[in-house]
Nanobody, 127 residues
Framework: QPQVAESGGGLAQAGGSLRLSCVAS???????MAWFRQNPGKEREGVAA????????YYADSVKGRFTISRDSAKNTLYLQMDSLKSEDTAMYFC?????????????????????WGQGTQVTVSS
């Protein structure tokens, strides 16, 4: 089962940028990995996902054109580049990995499919 640990959160001004990193074990295996975010009292929301074996990328409509998910297999790292940040992006961001060796598909934003979760990194965007 993969293990993940995210970092890179912090405080940014609206319109600014942050890059989140997620170091994962067993990165060489092709699996679906994703970024989620959550605020108190709210449902955990899928932000972006990719299949480490290659293929399509997935984004929530609210972040398309602003966020970019990518990976560096040599560094066993998943990234989320966040540009043009908005106050609405404020949340705890989590890295997630599915132990199943299959593409993300249409369930990429279903938190229940993921078996491994990081502890979260806080992103706060001020107006």
């Amino acid at each position: 089962q993969p293990q993940v640990a995210e970092s890179g959160g912090g405080l940014a001004q609206a319109g600014g940028s942050l890059r989140l990193s997620c170091v994962a074990s067993r990165f060489s295996a092709s699996r679906c990995m994703a970024w989620f975010r959550q605020n108190p009292g709210k449902e955990r929301e899928g932000v972006a996902a990719l299949y480490t074996g290659g293929g399509g990328l997935y984004y929530a409509d609210s972040v398309k054109g602003r966020f970019t998910i990518s990976r560096d297999s040599a560094k066993n790292t998943l990234y989320l580049q966040m540009d043009s940040l908005k106050s609405e992006d404020t949340a705890m961001y989590f890295c997630a990995a599915d132990r199943a060796l299959k593409p993300c598909g249409t369930t990429w934003d279903n938190s229940a499919r993921y078996n491994s979760w990081g502890q979260g990194t806080q992103v706060t965007v001020s107006s």
